[in-house]
Each structure stands twice: as structure tokens, then as C-alpha cells.
């Protein structure tokens, strides 16, 4: 499968790289954890691994629960998402171009070595050691910049950021624990409502309520396991219940970037090849 791009991930930035490739021709693979834990999970493929599809934008993400089905759904012409945390599956595929948009901001065991064109999404990968290239994600003006010899910005450091975080108000987990959803995604809440409840072992339950009056931009799936300072959750005050269900001008961007990027390299490989021929 020459057309073939295996992600690693399937969160909000996946996705948006996911549904930019496979409207431009591209087959394109996910591969994603058993219980994935991305919040705004009304634009994310990863929902697929727990409901079997997933509708983003009118394109539809399927989950294959083997290597063999997933070859055939992928033939027809369908974006997949498979459980393969360790891309095990990589061995057999032989892919020539993967990219790693789990967004962990460090590298979770993504090389050079397994794919002819490697792409890395955010920090935590060095261009030209880890993979052929990086896609800077930190908001502001190189947001999108394709590096190919370093590494993207820690975005904790910038004020872009910081300034983000101040619009939109993040819940952490104070405690382990399974989580028993109380609304929907883009539901309007105020501030002290429980939107969200903590089973913990022994029978004890904590109550999530809302730090502040907004629209619940995110929220883990239900019976999802979390960890304690897991972010679980995300109001936003000051964005519109539509924006929670379309793909953010951030994924858009960088997404474009991740297209940019392998035609540059497809360019590049042929006229290598042509080059190549007339010598021969």
C-alpha cells in the first residue's frame, strides 16, 4: 500500500491530521491505546476504539480489531483505528510514512528507522535524530512550522499558551479513579455544577463540579480509568457549544503542515528517482 500513513494516536491533533490525508487520497491508519484518554472526544477518532466508529466532519473513523481486517477496511477506502500502542504492527505493514501525533510532548518510542519518512507532532522529538522532521505546535507565529534540524518550543514556556489556559478552565484529577460522565459534550454548565463523578476503590465518590460557568468542551468517556493529575476535563467560557463538535483551526494548521511535509519528501523521492534513471 503505497498510499498508506500510519499515525500514532488518535486524539484531537490525529485527528485532524487523520481527516486531512484521507481527504486528499492518503489511506490512513490510527493506531491508539486500549482506553484512550482524549477529552474533547466529539472530534476525535479515538472514540472509535470504544463505540467501533466515529463521525468527524462527515468523515467516518472505524475501529479493526485485527491486523487483517484493518489491510481490508483500508483497501475500501475507510480511515482505521486499531489498539497498537507499541505499533507492533509496523513489522508487517512496512509503512513508508509515519507520523507520531500522540501529543505526550516526549518521545514515546517513535525513530527514524520505522518508516522511510518519520514526522513528529510537538516537542519532545529532535529533527534529523528522532525523525525527519517536527511540526511546531506551540500557538503563535511559528505554530505549523515544519523544522527539520531541531526540535519544536516547550509550550508551557509561552504566553500564548498561558493566555489559553486562562479562556478555558482545565479539571485534573484529584484522585485514581473510574469516571462516571453527568453530561453530554458542549452542554452549558455553571459554576459549582457536578459534571462529572470519581468511582474509587472501596465504594467511595468524589464529585467533580465546575470551576466556572461555560460550555463543557471536554470530558473523558465514561468508565474511562484515570490516574490522579490526569486532566479530565475542560470548560470553556468563552467559545460557542458549535465549536465543540468541528475541527480547531490549531489541528487545521498543523494538519496542513503534516500534508506539506510528505509532498515535499514524495517530491523530492522522485525526482531522486528520475535523476537515478537517467544515470543508469
Same mark, same amino acid.
Given at each position: 500500500?503505497? !498510499?498508506?500513513?500510519?499515525?500514532?494516536?488518535?486524539?484531537?491533533? #490525529?485527528?485532524?491530521?487523520?481527516?486531512?490525508?484521507?481527504? @486528499?487520497?492518503?489511506?490512513?491508519?490510527?493506531?491508539?491505546?486500549?482506553?484512550?484518554? #482524549?477529552?474533547?472526544?466529539?472530534?476525535?477518532?479515538?472514540?472509535?476504539?470504544?463505540?467501533?466508529?466515529? !463521525?468527524?466532519?462527515?468523515?467516518?473513523? @472505524?475501529?479493526?480489531?485485527?491486523?487483517?481486517?484493518?489491510?481490508?477496511?483500508? =483497501?475500501?477506502?475507510?480511515?482505521? +483505528?486499531?489498539?497498537?500502542?507499541?505499533?507492533?504492527?509496523?513489522? !508487517?505493514?512496512?509503512?513508508?510514512?509515519?507520523?507520531?501525533?500522540?501529543?505526550?510532548?516526549?518521545?514515546?518510542?517513535?525513530?527514524? $528507522?520505522?518508516?522511510?519518512?518519520?514526522?513528529? +507532532?510537538?516537542?519532545?522529538?529532535?529533527?534529523?535524530?528522532?525523525?525527519?522532521?517536527?511540526?511546531? @505546535?506551540?500557538?503563535?507565529? /511559528?505554530?505549523?512550522?515544519?523544522?527539520?534540524?531541531?526540535?519544536?518550543? %516547550?509550550?508551557?514556556?509561552?504566553?500564548?499558551?498561558? &493566555?489559553?489556559?486562562? &479562556? *478555558?478552565?482545565?479539571? /485534573?484529577?484529584?484522585?485514581?479513579?473510574?469516571?462516571?460522565?453527568?453530561?453530554?459534550?458542549?452542554?452549558?454548565?455553571?459554576? $459549582?455544577?457536578?459534571?462529572?463523578?470519581?468511582?474509587?476503590?472501596?465504594?467511595?465518590?468524589?464529585?467533580?463540579?465546575? %470551576?466556572?460557568?461555560?460550555?463543557?468542551?471536554?470530558?473523558?468517556?465514561?468508565?474511562? %480509568?484515570?490516574?490522579?493529575?490526569? =486532566?479530565?476535563?475542560?470548560? $470553556?467560557? *468563552?467559545?460557542? %457549544?458549535? /465549536?465543540?463538535?468541528?475541527?480547531?483551526?490549531?489541528?487545521?494548521?498543523?494538519?496542513?503542515?503534516?500534508?506539506?511535509?510528505?509532498?515535499?519528501?514524495?517530491?523530492?523521492? &522522485?525526482? =531522486?528517482?528520475?535523476?537515478?534513471?537517467?544515470? /543508469?
Amino acid at each position: 500500500m503505497k !498510499k498508506l500513513v500510519v499515525i500514532r494516536g488518535g486524539g484531537e491533533l #490525529a485527528t485532524g491530521i487523520a481527516h486531512r490525508l484521507h481527504n @486528499t487520497g492518503f489511506q490512513v491508519l490510527m493506531l491508539e491505546k486500549a482506553a484512550p484518554s #482524549a477529552i474533547r472526544r466529539d472530534i476525535v477518532f479515538a472514540e472509535a476504539v470504544y463505540d467501533g466508529e466515529k !463521525k468527524v466532519e462527515r468523515t467516518i473513523c @472505524t475501529r479493526a480489531d485485527s491486523l487483517h481486517d484493518a489491510e481490508k477496511m483500508l =483497501k475500501n477506502g475507510q480511515i482505521v +483505528i486499531m489498539v497498537d500502542p507499541e505499533a507492533d504492527c509496523l513489522q !508487517k505493514l512496512k509503512p513508508r510514512i509515519l507520523i507520531d501525533a500522540i501529543y505526550a510532548k516526549r518521545n514515546m518510542g517513535t525513530y527514524m $528507522d520505522m518508516a522511510d519518512f518519520t514526522v513528529a +507532532i510537538g516537542p519532545g522529538f529532535v529533527a534529523g535524530r528522532d525523525v525527519n522532521c517536527v511540526i511546531e @505546535t506551540t500557538r503563535g507565529h /511559528n505554530l505549523g512550522r515544519i523544522i527539520y534540524e531541531g526540535q519544536a518550543l %516547550p509550550e508551557k514556556e509561552t504566553v500564548e499558551l498561558r &493566555a489559553l489556559m486562562r &479562556a *478555558s478552565h482545565s479539571i /485534573n484529577a484529584p484522585c485514581d479513579g473510574y469516571l462516571e460522565a453527568g453530561h453530554p459534550l458542549s452542554y452549558i454548565v455553571k459554576k $459549582d455544577e457536578v459534571i462529572a463523578k470519581l468511582n474509587m476503590d472501596g465504594g467511595n465518590v468524589f464529585e467533580i463540579k465546575a %470551576p466556572v460557568e461555560g460550555v463543557l468542551r471536554g470530558l473523558l468517556h465514561d468508565g474511562c %480509568p484515570v490516574r490522579t493529575g490526569l =486532566k479530565i476535563a475542560e470548560i $470553556d467560557p *468563552s467559545t460557542q %457549544p458549535a /465549536n465543540c463538535t468541528t475541527i480547531s483551526a490549531k489541528s487545521r494548521c498543523i494538519s496542513g503542515s503534516v500534508l506539506e511535509a510528505i509532498m515535499v519528501w514524495e517530491n523530492s523521492h &522522485a525526482k =531522486k528517482s528520475r535523476f537515478l534513471e537517467k544515470v /543508469n
